[in-house]
């Protein structure tokens, strides 16, 4: 994640801003083994972080958090939901693929730090 507008402070405001769309998942003795950030501006929903510890990959947790966040997103009512991959990401690349995520050759992505 970037520093930019990763930081500590800026997750603690989307996580404020988005509490009902994102999501962890925690093993038996109640540690951390994934997470994910989703969030909507009531138009529009992106998935921006997703994250399974190392150790626990291959247990199908990731799918899971991805389910429950197009679950509540639906449930709100929105039609999709878009995510971002970075393009030397092959394994995130298809785990989207798995999830049912298709490839837009339409846009290009652009930024603008402020």
């Given at each position: 994640?970037?520093?930019?507008?990763?930081?500590?402070?800026?997750?603690?405001?989307?996580?404020?801003?988005?509490?009902?769309?994102?999501?962890?998942?925690?093993?038996?003795?109640?540690?951390?083994?994934?997470?994910?950030?989703?969030?909507?501006?009531?138009?529009?929903?992106?998935?921006?972080?997703?994250?399974?510890?190392?150790?626990?990959?291959?247990?199908?947790?990731?799918?899971?958090?991805?389910?429950?966040?197009?679950?509540?997103?639906?449930?709100?009512?929105?039609?999709?939901?878009?995510?971002?991959?970075?393009?030397?990401?092959?394994?995130?690349?298809?785990?989207?693929?798995?999830?049912?995520?298709?490839v837009r050759d339409d846009l290009v992505y652009r930024e603008?730090?402020?």
């Amino acid at each position: 994640m970037r520093d930019i507008d990763d930081c500590k402070d800026a997750i603690k405001t989307f996580l404020k801003r988005n509490r009902d769309t994102c999501f962890v998942a925690e093993d038996d003795d109640g540690r951390i083994i994934g997470a994910i950030l989703a969030g909507n501006d009531g138009r529009r929903s992106r998935i921006y972080h997703t994250a399974v510890d190392p150790d626990a990959r291959g247990r199908g947790i990731g799918s899971i958090l991805v389910g429950r966040v197009v679950e509540t997103l639906r449930a709100i009512g929105l039609p999709k939901v878009a995510v971002g991959v970075p393009a030397d990401n092959d394994a995130g690349d298809d785990f989207w693929e798995r999830q049912g995520f298709a490839v837009r050759d339409d846009l290009v992505y652009r930024e603008l730090p402020l």
